[in-house]
């Protein structure tokens, strides 16, 4: 704990140290000078093992390189000095990478809870080894000598001598090397003689220890062994060879049906995603051992088996597809997908699934901008009509143009002909950005009855300082489309000045409020706030950029307030689209800000996923952000007699605390 308090800062002079102990479990259980030694003591041992410095011109204690390494590692400091020896020494030229069994060793959890049998341990593993495992085994200290002794006299259980650790962690290292060469778990616990679930618990410890180890040698500034450490993380997860790693990541794929679809050629998540269910079905039919049919009941069997592999295949194929779009994979490879799980469905580059009808939007030279790309008022110019189009053509074609200062397409649509092909490509999304553009309101003179009866059917209720002239919405980092919405309080014909229909609302209502639909949207809290007093609720699962990085590093959060500039910068997320820097112009604001908050989520998600914070996110963090922005619009009630009725209870509760 001493460590912990110097590394985060919460202990820096020796009067913090002693009131830093003093609130411990410890004060409560030694008295003043026992006390007092325990804390020297403690002090004393990080300062000799260089995990904290005494500064003397600051006259503090402040954690070194080392101590903070492991601090954010997790590990406890005698083990992060057998850590730290280990790794010195193979990065000195001890390290041997063929075999891996050397790399597995270091990633073997130091204080694993099991024993081996040293007498089977000396004659049926040790002595059966290959020269190449030989010499793996000598660079890590095990010896024949010692192997000799303990088979005669075994050292007690779970010792602490240094040599015994050291033989029995090798012995568990080298259970771990065939687990991960995807061998069976039942051989394996038979040829060592240890239970099968302690195998399994194995597994789960030394893929934690070895994310552990990944973060250690990251803050000491050992990358290469980092890089070679990083990759156990999953395999020892799964028990797979480094190739199935992307596969056995897609639901309902474990190791043996990885190795079935690789050796078939399916060897990326977007392979699943692109390969038809018949295909994968033959392939997981090639593992279900031969039954005769000329039986009735075995034919019946036989129905049922193909029944249940069709069902599975179709479960990886959708399970790879929702893989691609969480974390935003989908360009890679994705071009190619063709219609296969029977109903006519294929992926786009962006990751989303649509109807395998050839999509009218194809890329174009730049064409006529939009009427609003001066003004930003996001109204069309009776002076500035598109050319026609030609028969079969795409209407939004008509509105897309290259904006250089953005380095994004935008299409604004202005033409109410064009809005239902905008509403339906959207529709078909299942993952999209969005972002409303805000405008301060217009000083309106007293409406007519007509009116406010006209904005009350819409279910509209604008606050007196902000109205939404338009959304902007994404599914790809290269293009932005932005649709105008009616004013209830401009005009009686809500919709007539920007050529857009009333429907629009109630339309874009449909899409927001769609529970199969992935919304992605910067500071979401408060454009939802402004949809519900809009009369429009989003469901759906919920994704805010600003709120992942805030999971991602919370300590960052009081200095930096999370600028959207700030994190495209820090996670790379421009890949030369120019989103930095301040837009005039509404519309233009609000595309920058959609795709500002796709390319963001495709760069959080796979991160969030890596530290295993994604639930956290996906199913805690983002519905608060829904209750709070309902609480915030309508409010929470408050009933004083109630509240009256309830203060006994609470008062004996508090009594009782």
């Known amino acids: 704990p001493v460590l912990e308090a110097v590394a985060s800062g919460a202990v820096e002079t020796a009067y913090d140290v002693e009131r830093f102990v003093a609130c411990t479990l410890l004060a409560a259980q030694r008295s003043g000078q026992e006390l007092e030694g325990e804390t020297r003591k403690a002090i004393e041992y990080l300062k000799d093992k260089e995990l904290i410095e005494w500064q003397p011109r600051q006259q503090r204690w402040q954690a070194s390189k080392f101590g903070k390494a492991t601090v954010a590692a997790g590990i406890a400091p005698d083990e992060s000095l057998v850590i730290l020896d280990e790794v010195r020494r193979a990065r000195q030229g001890g390290l041997i990478l063929e075999p891996e069994l050397h790399l597995v060793y270091l990633v073997t959890p130091i204080n694993a809870a099991l024993e081996p049998n040293w007498l089977h341990y000396c004659d049926d593993v040790y002595l059966k080894l290959s020269d190449e495992l030989r010499r793996v085994a000598s660079a890590v200290g095990v010896s024949e000598a010692y192997l000799v002794r303990a088979r005669h006299r075994p050292p007690p259980y779970q010792s602490e001598e240094p040599d015994a650790r050291i033989h029995r962690r090798f012995y568990v290292a080298l259970m771990l090397s065939e687990l991960i060469n995807e061998a069976d778990l039942s051989a394996v616990a038979a040829k060592y003689e240890q239970p099968r679930g302690a195998l399994q618990a194995l597994q789960s410890s030394a893929a934690m220890f070895a994310g552990m180890v990944a973060v250690f040698c990251n803050r000491l500034g050992w990358c290469d062994v980092e890089a070679l450490v990083s990759q156990f993380i999953e395999r020892l997860q799964f028990g797979v060879q480094l190739d199935l790693v992307q596969l056995v990541r897609v639901p309902y794929v474990k190791a043996h049906r990885a190795r079935l679809l690789h050796k078939a050629g399916l060897r990326t998540v977007a392979d699943l995603a692109a390969a038809a269910p018949e295909h994968i079905e033959s392939v997981l039919r090639q593992a279900v051992p031969f039954r005769s049919t000329r039986h009735q009941s075995r034919h019946e069997q036989a129905h049922l088996t193909r029944r249940i592999e069709a069902r599975n295949a179709r479960m990886i194929v959708a399970g790879a597809r929702r893989l691609l779009e969480q974390e935003g994979d989908g360009s890679a490879g994705a071009d190619g997908i063709a219609a296969s799980d029977g109903v006519g469905r294929a992926k786009s580059a962006s990751g989303a699934l649509f109807d395998s009808t050839p999509p009218r939007l194809v890329p174009v030279s730049p064409r006529t901008p939009y009427a609003a790309a001066a003004g930003g008022s996001g109204r069309r110019r009776a002076s500035s009509q598109p050319p026609a189009p030609s028969p079969g053509s795409s209407l939004l074609l008509r509105y897309k143009t290259r904006r250089r200062e953005l380095g994004i397409h935008i299409t604004c649509v202005t033409d109410p002909a064009a809005e239902p092909e905008l509403l339906a490509l959207w529709q078909r999304r299942q993952a999209f950005a969005f972002a409303l553009d805000e405008r301060c309101a217009v000083d309106v003179a007293p409406c007519a009855d007509d009116v406010s009866r006209a904005a009350h059917a819409l279910h509209v209720a604008v606050e007196p300082t902000r109205e939404v002239a338009g959304i902007a919405v994404c599914w790809d980092p290269e293009h932005a489309y932005y ?16 050529g857009i229909s009333s429907g629009t609302w109630a339309a874009l209502g449909r899409l927001l409020d769609s529970e199969h639909s992935t919304k992605m949207a910067v500071q979401l809290h408060s454009q939802l706030v402004l949809l519900l007093r809009l009369g429009i609720r ?31 910068v820090q996670y790379r997320a421009t890949e030369g689209r120019r989103l930095l820097g301040a837009v005039s112009c509404g519309v233009d604001r609000a595309c920058k800000q959609s795709v500002q908050a796709w390319v963001l989520m495709q760069r959080l998600t796979p991160l969030l996923h890596q530290r295993s914070l994604w639930y956290v996110f996906r199913q805690q963090e983002m519905p608060v952000v829904r209750w709070l922005a309902a609480m915030d619009e309508c409010g929470f009630g408050f009933v004083v007699p109630s509240c009256r009725q309830l203060h006994p209870h609470v008062h004996g509760r508090m009594q009782l605390l």
């Open 483 to 498: 649709l105008p919405l009616p004013s209830p309080v401009s005009s009686s014909t809500a919709g007539t000045s920007r």
């Open 538 to 568: 989003v469901n759906g699962p919920l994704q805010d950029p600003v709120v992942a990085a805030w999971l991602l590093d919370p300590e960052d959060a009081a200095e930096t307030k999370f600028a959207v500039e700030r994190l495209l």
